[in-house]
């Protein structure tokens, strides 16, 4: 499970603080070994047909453009990934909780407590239930800013995508929004869950979605609904308290496999 790959490892960098970003030499170490190892890569949808302990199943979250020469790697060595791309990010360029790292990275001499709030604390769990409208709003009253922060080269757009996906990168479904699914009403979920796998389709994927539970969320009446849009769904590290929800291993730049 890898979010964001980045050049070189800083350890005051926020994604490597919240444990979502890896350096380029962590990664191609960790390919490294997967050849070394002969296991063998395959996308989500080939888990419906079972795996043996030599299959290895690579996936990215919410479609950073980073992932473009993590992308070409694996295409080069031959590797296979599943990616999970957010609508509203790769259309619109924009994340309200990226946009808030961005802010305070950017930012000197921030508060200790805010910094820690947004890592894992009441500002990351607001921010993973609001829309991006909600999120200027709150923005603008509680610290004042009224711009966005430049994320401008932050996600991959449409037509990366329809390339990738065309050399055997599968997509699979992740929200619009990537807001929690379990804080969406039925109609919100439907909504979400209807306009990314039709968004998803059209970006030329043919194969039997995924779904990756934004946050990791997830309950019973989303697992239900989730099923009428695709039968594997994916959490993140953590146990889970429904079998049909898969775990996943979360790579950090201390891995060690």
């Known amino acids: 499970m890898f979010h964001r790959v980045l050049k070189n490892y800083d350890e005051k960098n926020y994604y490597y603080q919240r444990q979502t970003g890896i350096s380029w030499k962590k990664f191609i ?12 890569t395959k996308p989500i949808s080939a888990l419906a047909k079972g795996y043996t302990h030599n299959d ?15 992308f070409d790697e694996l295409i080069n060595r ?23 790292a961005l802010h305070l990275m950017s930012t000197p001499n921030v508060p200790k407590d805010l910094s820690l709030s947004l890592l894992g604390g009441r500002l990351k769990r607001i921010l993973r239930g609001i829309t991006a409208s909600r999120y200027r709003y709150l923005r603008q009253r509680l610290f004042g800013i ?5 994320s401008t080269h932050l996600f ?7 390339l990738y996906n065309s050399q055997g990168i599968e997509l699979g479904i992740h929200g619009c929004s ?11 979920l439907n909504k979400e869950l209807t306009e990314n796998y039709n ?18 969320k997830n309950n019973k009446k989303v697992i239900e609904q989730s099923q009428l849009f695709g039968l594997i769904h994916l959490g993140v590290d953590c146990e889970t308290f429904y079998p049909s929800v898969l775990r996943r291993i979360h790579i950090t730049e201390d891995y060690c496999g």
């Open 29 to 40: 170490e960790l390919l490294d070994t997967i050849e070394k190892k002969g296991w063998k």
């Open 56 to 70: 290895v199943f690579i996936t990215f979250d919410d479609g950073y453009r980073d992932n473009i020469c993590a």
């Open 78 to 100: 031959g590797m296979i990934a599943t990616v999970y791309p957010v609508k509203d990010f790769v259309l619109d360029g924009f994340s309200p909780i990226d946009d808030m």
């Open 146 to 150: 009224d711009v966005d922060a430049d």
């Open 156 to 162: 991959m757009q449409e037509h990366h995508l329809k």
């Open 178 to 188: 990537h807001r929690a699914f379990t804080q969406l009403s039925p109609s919100e």
């Open 199 to 216: 968004w998803i389709r059209g970006l030329g994927c043919r194969e039997s979605m995924s779904i990756c539970f934004p946050h990791g």
